[in-house]
């Protein structure tokens, strides 16, 4: 390594049985600055011939492990994605050691976002306010943390085996909407309040009781895994030998809750990760210190429930949960599981051909792939998951200056329609400005539910989520007013019916790469400008009650990637929250926006 690559040196160590997969890394060594020698551990490395001495932590257990070096070379680390990561993994047996419980663990990759202290970093700035990225040092003996959460996991484990005990072997086909979006993921934040300073309020036991009771009553599905079925149909596999099990914790946060809330810090560390072939849920409680807030943190691999299902399927687990007492309960409004609800109504439906699948088809004439059918839902279904996008915005509108932006706009349109004109016009504009260049096309994208617009069943558990896509010209837009561009947009998507859902299905399986065209168009890059304006349907979210009331505040995000915009009525005084999902250097230049700040107050 050259000498000016300078930076710190970390070791992690893992069980040699995990080959490496899943939280099973832990931090054994870190250096970085030097403050008596006035040296980087790197220069140290180089000094004494590309080797470095540790003492492994007495409180680990005996066994094989993997050791994973890393040096991290600072030099370019000022800009996102410089820093220079140089890893390198041996076998080693561990013999004498006293601990009988493994450290807390991490998996690799997901230790490290590109923003992270330690990460980006200024060379130029004083190494000895250098921050050592990553999770905390292991120093020999097992946490109390990790105690906690092993008893903790075991409690978990045996309530679970109660319940799954009941669940049957089967495949659970997918439908043709639900492979299209595979890989995608539901996640977010519900937030209650101990208004009775219960001790048991929103307990961890309570929570999971009901959350593997309706797992094992209703959704079998969540605790599957993908497949490909018959007919080369895709497939969740629900095998009691191979069971993909909920993951579940309870984190005490020392932040105060205001701080954490508005800070995002629940997208890092314990939160969630994914492997490849999870569709397990991932729960996390959060309780804070001196508060009498709660937040309930659930995360869904893989969109098999649209916006409908899941507000259905959190209600249910929250149902069940308030009846744990009465073991002959039956839900009230059970889920529909069999997709050929689906098939059985869109067979009866003649398919027309939305405006912008014409549109897409034009655009990557020369360049879209012909995909033979029988080989789509394996496709899709080895597609790798899309980590939720993490660089999140929020700003707040007052019923009043709501009203005003709508009468300002055109009184005639929806709030929706004149939001969705300011923001594709101003985002527009801030992208001329971040990118220097004019996006040829400028895109508005609202999804549908079709539940509201079919006879499936409103119980049906599946994904009946469509997209209606407004391919505008950049210059039209650039040069018209709010009120012709909120028509523009209400004129490509307010036609919503089934015979243009049933057009996208005939699209997914016959000309997949119309899809993959339209996914990378939405985004915001010099030539192209994007909107996708979402709202899930509050009331129902809000009455998700365990047993102690409704939550106070909504932060359950769908559809987590970049261009998505996501509304949310705020319960404590009647306005609307807007969380956007758009690059920090984008919203950077959006906060200097004079129309979009006439109505909104940026909070984050």
Request: with cysteine.
């Amino acid at each position: 390594m050259s000498s000016s690559h300078q930076g710190p040196c970390i070791v992690y160590m893992a069980p040699l049985e995990s080959n490496g997969e899943g939280d099973i890394w832990f931090k054994v060594y870190e250096e970085g600055w030097n403050k008596n020698t006035k040296k980087w551990c790197t220069n140290k490395v180089i000094d004494n011939n590309g080797k470095l001495d540790i003492t492994i932590p007495k409180g680990i257990p005996d066994g094989d492990y993997l050791v994973r070096t890393e040096l991290i070379a600072l030099h370019q680390a000022k800009q996102v994605g410089g820093a220079q990561l140089y890893p390198n993994c041996v076998v080693i047996t561990v013999t004498g050691g006293t601990g009988t419980v493994l450290p807390e663990s991490y998996a690799i990759p997901g230790i490290y976002k590109s923003k992270d202290k330690g990460i980006l970093y200024d060379r130029g700035a004083d190494p000895s306010t250098y921050v050592i990225p990553g999770p905390p040092l292991f120093t020999g003996s097992s946490s109390s943390k990790s105690n906690t959460t092993s008893s903790t996991q075991k409690m978990l484990a045996a309530m679970l085996n109660t319940h799954l005990s009941s669940i049957k072997a089967q495949d659970i086909e997918l439908s043709t909407i639900d492979i299209a979006t595979f890989g995608a993921n539901v996640n977010g934040l519900i937030i209650y309040k101990n208004m009775t300073d219960d001790a048991e309020f929103m307990s961890i036991n309570h929570i999971t009781n009901g959350l593997y009771k309706v797992i094992a009553d209703y959704y079998p599905i969540v605790v599957g895994r993908p497949s490909i079925g018959k007919n080369r149909k895709g497939v969740i596999v629900v095998d009691l030998d191979n069971l993909c099990m909920p993951d579940i914790a309870e984190l005490s946060v020392k932040l105060p809750a205001e701080h954490f809330f508005e800070t995002c810090n629940y997208k890092n560390g314990d939160m969630a990760t994914f492997s490849r072939d999870h569709s397990a849920a991932i729960v996390r409680l959060i309780c804070f210190k001196d508060s009498p807030y709660i937040v309930l943190y659930i995360s869904l691999p893989h969109v098999i429930f649209d916006g409908t299902a899941i507000a259905a399927f959190l209600n249910n687990w929250a149902e069940c949960t308030r009846n744990l007492n009465n073991p002959d309960h039956k839900l009230k409004y059970p889920p529909v599981n069999d997709c050929k609800v689906v098939k059985d109504y869109f067979d009866t439906v003649t398919a027309i051909e939305p405006p912008h699948t014409k549109h897409f088809k034009d655009l990557g004439a020369k360049s879209l792939v012909k995909v033979p059918s029988s080989v789509i839902a394996a496709l899709l279904l080895a597609a790798p998951d899309i980590p939720a996008f993490e660089e999140q915005h929020l700003l707040h509108f007052t019923a009043e200056k709501l009203e005003q932006l709508r009468q300002d706009v055109d009184k005639a349109q929806t709030t929706n329609l004149a939001l969705a004109a300011v923001l594709t016009k101003t985002i527009l504009q801030a992208n001329i400005q971040m990118f220097n260049s004019m996006p040829t096309w400028s895109y508005v994208m609202f999804p549908y539910d079709c539940h509201h617009h079919t006879e499936v069943p409103m119980t049906y558990s599946g994904n009946l989520s469509f997209s209606a896509i407004a391919p505008l010209e950049s210059q039209t837009v650039l040069d018209g007013s709010y009120k012709e561009i909120a028509q523009a947009i209400k004129e490509h998507c307010s036609k919503v019916s089934s015979e243009y859902a049933k057009s996208l299905i005939y699209t997914v399986k016959n000309e997949i790469g119309i899809l993959f065209q339209a996914g990378i168009s939405l985004c915001n890059l010099p030539d192209m400008s994007y909107v996708g304006l979402t709202n899930l349907c509050y009331m129902s979210l809000y009455s998700i009650d365990f047993g102690y009331g409704g939550p106070k505040i909504l932060s359950n995000g769908y559809f987590i990637h970049e261009g998505m915009q996501r509304i949310y009525s705020n319960k404590q005084d009647g306005s609307i929250d807007l969380f956007m999902n758009v690059k920090d250097d984008l919203f950077e230049y959006l906060k200097k926006s004079d129309k979009l700040l006439k109505y909104a107050d940026i909070i984050f």
